[in-house]
């Protein structure tokens, strides 16, 4: 489950780990209520006023600004809130911004008046090659990783941690050390890093990101932004987490697939896929590709697959208006096939018809059973036998129609 920053923070602050004081905000006025808030906390005469969505780049696409003065939170807020804020991230649809967080400005002068911060970048998540955490950093923090990786690998550190003894101390030490702290900062980034492993191992996170973490003109260490994604998986464990879900931020296709327990991921091509089986959906979504296609779609129906979530699943394929022809590839296992074929023709019937080309290639159990299932119904399908043949037929399909 992914979480807002300033969700991310709560979670972040209850394990100890130093962040700006903020507050969330769904209006204007709400944010110049923040932004008081935070002044009577802190002292600060300025503020960040950043969008909340489930997306990195916000700075660059405009919804990050300082505001020095509440009208300025005010004027930030107007603008952002209702904004569909487009990054490198969210596509070129961008995504409708709801709420701002309002939070203390933390590049602020030391006692001499100099503003002497440095930005890192630090992330936590599973090595899965070692069965270890990796903790990934650098001393050049504010920019994408990606970047730092291709132009200076050199300056990006890792450091793997046995899952069975947790972050040792000379790990943080080195982690510090290799930044270039000393003095105070060393000492507190130590204190920050172990905070936040333990928070990466108490959340049950799978990933944890801090982009920047500052190192502030008095020498405090603050995770100045944070993305966070919490293991499903691990959820149950964390009742409390499960008010940090926000269906606006999914895709409306991913969620309504979730009610009927479908692992379906949305993608941006033309044919739909439905396959019981990860790997074999995997390897569909390869062989139309390799014919020439482009998969709009993983969707795997599973193992425990009725008529009912089959049906659910081909009508959520087809309410994609870029989807013109569908791949139905099933090897009858734990699934057998006439299942499939039954929850075809329910969806079918319940749709009135099909108004795109359907292509299935069904073996294993009750696979004949299913074809005649399907026949008796007057399904208008192609029928494959290999999945070569399958998406070769796929894309003679899209030929013929000019798709």
């Known amino acids: 489950m992914n979480l807002h920053e300033y969700q991310a923070k709560e979670i972040l602050k209850s394990f100890g ?9 769904f209006n204007a006025d709400e944010a110049v209520e923040a932004a008081k808030k935070v002044q009577q906390e802190t002292g600060t005469d300025t503020w960040a006023v950043k ?18 003065s509440l009208d300025e939170v005010r004027k930030y807020a107007e603008q952002i809130i209702g904004m569909t804020l487009v990054t490198h991230q969210t596509g070129p649809e961008g995504k409708l911004v709801r709420k701002v967080l309002v939070e203390q400005g933390i590049y602020y002068p030391n006692e001499q008046g100099e503003v002497d911060v ?57 982690i510090a050390f290799n930044l270039g702290l000393s003095g105070t900062a060393f000492k507190n980034f130590v204190k920050f890093v172990t905070a936040l492993y333990k928070a990466y191992e108490g959340a049950d996170a799978s990933l944890l990101e801090i982009n920047p973490v500052l190192k502030a ?11 966070v994604k919490l293991d499903d998986d691990a959820l149950f464990r964390h009742p409390q987490y499960q008010e940090y879900h926000d269906p606006t931020e999914e895709d409306p296709y991913e969620l309504e697939a979730s009610k009927f327990g479908l692992n379906f991921v949305k993608l941006d091509g033309n044919v739909g896929c439905m396959v019981n089986g990860a790997g074999l959906a995997m390897a569909t979504m390869d ?47 734990i699934v ?42 007057n399904i208008p399908a192609k029928y494959a036998d290999s999945l070569q043949e399958a998406a070769v037929m796929v894309q003679d399909t899209l030929k013929e129609i000019g798709a």
Not at 17 to 25: H, I, L, S
Not at 306 to 332: M, R, S
């Open 287 to 333: 062989m139309i590709k390799l014919s020439g296609g482009n998969p709009a779609n993983f969707l795997d129906v599973g193992g425990k697959a009725t008529p009912e979530t089959v049906k659910a699943g081909l009508e959520i394929i087809l309410k994609d208006p870029n989807v013109k022809a569908v791949l139905i590839n099933i090897f009858g296992g």
């Open 336 to 377: 057998r096939a006439d299942r499939i074929a039954n929850g075809v023709v329910a969806a079918y019937k319940e749709l009135g018809q099909i108004n795109v080309p359907l292509v299935i290639r069904l073996k294993g159990t009750n696979s004949e059973l299913a074809r005649q299932i399907l026949a008796d119904n």
């Open 217 to 227: 003109s008095d020498d405090k260490i603050f995770a100045a932004d944070a993305k």
């Open 118 to 174: 440095k930005e890192f970048y630090l992330s936590i998540l599973l090595n899965r090659a070692t069965g270890r955490n990796l903790i990934m950093y650098s001393p050049q923090g504010g920019m994408d990783i990606e970047a730092v990786a291709e132009q200076t690998p050199e300056l990006i550190f890792k450091e793997e941690v046995d899952p069975a003894v947790g972050l040792l101390p000379f790990q943080a030490r080195r």
């Open 17 to 25: 780990v130093p962040v700006p004081v903020g507050y969330v905000a």
């Open 51 to 68: 969008a909340q969505i489930h997306a990195g780049g916000r700075g660059k696409g405009g919804g990050v600004k300082i505001a020095k």
